[in-house]
């Protein structure tokens, strides 16, 4: 299983861009690189995946290096509703979240 | 649409006696989900379940059963609750195709005293 790492905790200020880098070197070929979004008290929540390059929906985007060892979630503006915990997960689409571990994630507070 | 409904939302135990988590799902997916989340912690896989009528064990499987009873429903079971088993319990569907997203229940939190 691929493991991943990321900042345990990051602070910022309302309207600005948020980056969380998450690093997986030991990723597989067909593995996705997934981030999930938790509130207090909820479920995780989707929020993009990719595999390589750029990929962007109407929340975050994700940027892949070419190596893959790494991706960063990009969250325009924030606002104190994005204070969460954010999960960087690597794992085979294909096999389902079974080959996929939760790590700690790191955990957005939102400063007005 | 409900998506992954869980219950009880909430549950005290004292140590030794049995319950039942119940789990469904509304969006047809066949593979489902059962995680525990301890304070401050990530999520953790207890079992999981590819299709209808099959089980495989996660990452913490001791003192927990499961029955994926139909498509829809899977429920987890602490026969003999202990204290180590205090956590919040998450049921998750999960759908595959253009990307494989999961989607979870709002969970139990489960108190063994």
């Known amino acids: 299983l691929a493991k991943t790492t990321q900042p345990i905790s990051m602070d910022s200020y309302e309207g600005q861009e948020v980056n969380i880098t998450c690093s997986h070197n030991?990723?597989?070929?067909?593995?996705?690189i997934t981030w999930y979004q938790q509130f207090p008290s909820q479920g995780p929540r989707f929020i993009i995946q990719?595999?390589?390059t750029k990929v962007t929906n109407e929340v975050a985007s994700l940027f892949i290096p070419a190596d893959r060892k790494s991706s960063t979630l990009s969250l325009p503006r924030v606002s104190l509703s994005d204070t969460a915990v954010y999960y960087c997960?690597?794992?085979?689409?294909?096999?389902?979240?079974?080959?996929?571990?939760f790590g700690t994630g790191t955990k957005l507070q939102v400063i007005p | 649409n409900a998506g992954v409904t869980q219950t009880p939302k909430f549950q005290v135990l004292k140590t030794g006696q049995s319950m039942t988590l119940q789990c469904a799902q509304d969006?047809?997916?066949?593979?489902m989900y059962w995680y525990r989340q301890d304070p401050g912690m990530g999520l953790r896989l207890i079992y999981y379940?590819?299709?209808?009528?099959?089980?495989d064990k996660g990452e913490v499987p001791n003192g927990y059963n499961v029955s994926r009873l139909n498509k829809r429903e899977f429920s987890l079971r602490l026969e003999s609750a202990a204290p180590s088993q205090t956590s919040v319990y998450f049921c998750a569907s999960e759908r595959t195709g253009e990307s494989t997203e999961a989607f979870f229940g709002q969970g139990t939190r489960l108190t063994v005293v």
């Open positions: 969006m047809n997916h066949n593979s």
């Open positions: 030991n990723i597989a070929t067909n593995d996705y």
């Open positions: 990719g595999y390589k």
């Open positions: 379940s590819a299709s209808e009528g099959t089980t």
């Open positions: 997960l690597v794992g085979d689409g294909g096999e389902g979240y079974q080959k996929v571990t």
